[in-house]
């Protein structure tokens, strides 16, 4: 075994790849149909690295390595977040506000006990930084205590329970799923035999209904032709219509029209068609459903787009991504046509736009290095991965520039931020578990790891119950928030694997990490520098 540890000291690559492999070999492991998913990463580097250092070897993937991996996650997390987040941003001044609120009742809390327990304030500071598993918060409490040494050791042992308490919130939260209130309906469809004593236009109809629904099929009687209405043709008593949309806007189109039939307009695909298509033509990123007019030039209409694996009302506003697969309802003989208008072509999903990818991560890296001076002369930076962030949110909202394209594909997006999460994971696994022997070996570690575990309750209890109950939150956007708050990605893939990718748990995590990171980061300072008094 000595060998395998000094063939894996001396190469970075090999030692990066194993760690990567066999972790995600335990991630397969379930216990009651639970497992750790890419967190499992995170485990078996802590293990490996920690029996090399017991045998005398130090197996260490180096800093750069881990500050590409989560800036590289962080950056895509961003981008495919981005156009959903600034949708939603007014209505998360009061998550955010909770989520402040809970840190700094952590932060009071481990200055407090850990005082009564008679410990360091850099201790404190160290332990606190571990407790929330901020890297960053720990770098700013050993220069604010002049004693990093000891903040580390803080850190080291209280990190462990840093990520298991709050994967076993998580795990609480995604148990709530149920009852979210902020399910996307789910999208279906009903062939409506019309009754109405008045005759109605589209566009009426569609005005009473909402946004929610659209007409993909018109035909006069059950045998007549059928063809895709548009808003000026007229609804008719014994018309047969199709409806697509959200289940509660399918229900509306129905009280409003007459009933369900028992014939459905899908199955007579003579004169209309339909199929998915794959958006890759470029110059039609970003333009909206309504802008790239398929409706005026083929006689065609879009009812929905799937983008991942959610599908999504196709609302006239709505923006299409490169990679977006298009359900398009047309006439038979226009649909090659169509095809190669859209594109069709598998570059649409796996496009990974090196443009943007370079100067988006250029952007982020910089603006997270940059260092800002607080009130006691201290200089401290947001750190590459919240800039990162920052920087794709942004890209992902803008969309389009000019004809520079500012985003990457969805399934892109969920490959890259799923290798920079596994490479940030063993760099994070092999940081912590060199210095575990060490943390350990001073006496004072179970007064460490007791400090460490309260801060952690009092971090995901504080957020699990006020975003429960203040900010009525559901279970699935929570799981998120507190991987966000945590700052920990080994509890955002978590959360992603238990939910296969619910976008609104990558909503939750990108709507508090940038400020969840410079609160912390001013914590773990605000602690440190009591050591000078």
């Known amino acids: 075994m000595t060998s395998i540890f000094h063939v894996l000291q001396d190469n970075q690559v090999l030692l990066l790849f194993v760690l990567i492999g066999f972790g995600a070999l335990f991630s397969k492991l379930r216990i009651r149909g639970i497992s750790l998913g890419a967190a499992a990463v995170l485990f078996f580097s802590i293990a490996l690295t920690a029996w090399g250092a017991a045998q005398g070897y130090e197996l260490r993937v180096e800093h750069d390595l881990g500050v590409l991996g989560l800036a590289l996650f962080a950056f895509a997390i961003g981008i495919s977040s981005g156009a959903s987040f600034f949708q ?18 952590a932060a009071c809390a481990a200055g407090l006990i850990g005082r009564m327990m008679g410990m360091k304030w850099a201790m404190i500071a160290g332990t606190f930084a571990g407790a929330v598993t901020n890297t960053p918060a720990l770098s700013a409490a050993g220069q604010a205590s002049g004693d990093p040494a000891t903040a580390t050791i803080g850190y080291a042992i209280a990190y462990l329970f840093g990520v298991i308490g709050m994967l076993g919130w998580a795990m609480l939260a995604l148990s709530k799923r149920g009852e979210d209130t902020d399910a996307p309906s789910p999208i279906v469809n009903r062939t409506v035999r019309v009754e109405l004593e008045e005759a109605m236009t589209v566009a009426a109809a569609r005005k009473k209904i909402g946004e929610d629904a659209h007409f993909s099929r018109l035909r006069r009687g059950e045998d007549g032709r059928t063809w895709v209405p548009t808003d000026a043709d007229i609804l008719q008593k014994d018309d047969m219509v199709t409806v697509v949309g959200t289940s509660q806007a399918v229900d509306c189109a129905v009280e409003l029209l007459g009933h369900v039939s028992s014939h459905s307009l899908m199955s007579d695909r003579n004169y209309l068609d339909f199929r998915r298509i794959t958006l890759s033509n470029t110059k039609l990123a970003n333009l909206t459903v309504q802008e790239i007019a398929l409706e005026d030039k083929f006689g065609a209409t879009i009812t929905r787009i799937r983008r991942g694996d959610t599908d999504i009302v196709a609302h006239a506003n709505e923006p299409l991504r490169l990679g977006d697969r298009i359900r398009v309802i047309a006439p038979a003989e226009k649909m090659r046509k169509i095809s190669k208008y859209l594109g069709d072509s598998a570059f649409g999903i796996t496009n990974i736009n090196p443009f943007a990818l370079g100067i988006g991560m250029t952007l982020g890296i910089l603006i997270g290095e940059l260092e800002f001076l607080t009130p006691s002369g201290l ?28 985003t990457i594909p969805y399934d892109t997006c969920q490959v890259l931020s799923e290798f920079g999460l596994l490479v940030f994971l063993a760099y994070a696994g092999t940081t912590a578990g060199s210095r575990i022997l060490h943390a350990f070996v001073g006496g004072a570690w179970l007064q460490i790891l007791v400090l460490g575990a309260i801060v952690t309750t009092i971090m995901g209890a504080g957020l699990y119950f006020s975003m429960r109950c203040f900010a009525k939150m559901g279970g699935t956007r929570l799981s998120g928030v507190l991987a966000g708050t945590q700052t920990q990605p080994a509890v955002l893939a978590f959360s992603n694997d238990r939910t ?16 969840a990171m410079v609160a912390k980061i001013f914590c773990g300072q605000i602690l440190g520098s009591f050591a000078g008094f």
């Not at 939603?88 to 009742?105: D, E, F, G």
């Not at 750190?383 to 520039?401: E, F, H, N, P, R």
């Open 88 to 105: 939603t941003i007014r209505s998360s001044v009061k998550p955010v506000l909770l989520m402040l609120s809970v840190v700094a009742v």
């Open 379 to 406: 200089k401290f930076s947001i750190g590459s991965a919240a800039g990162t962030l920052i920087v794709g949110l942004i890209m992902g909202k803008v969309g389009k520039v000019g004809r520079i394209i500012t």
């Open 500 to 515: 296969t990718f619910d976008p609104r748990v990558a909503l939750g995590y990108a709507m508090v990490y940038p400020i």
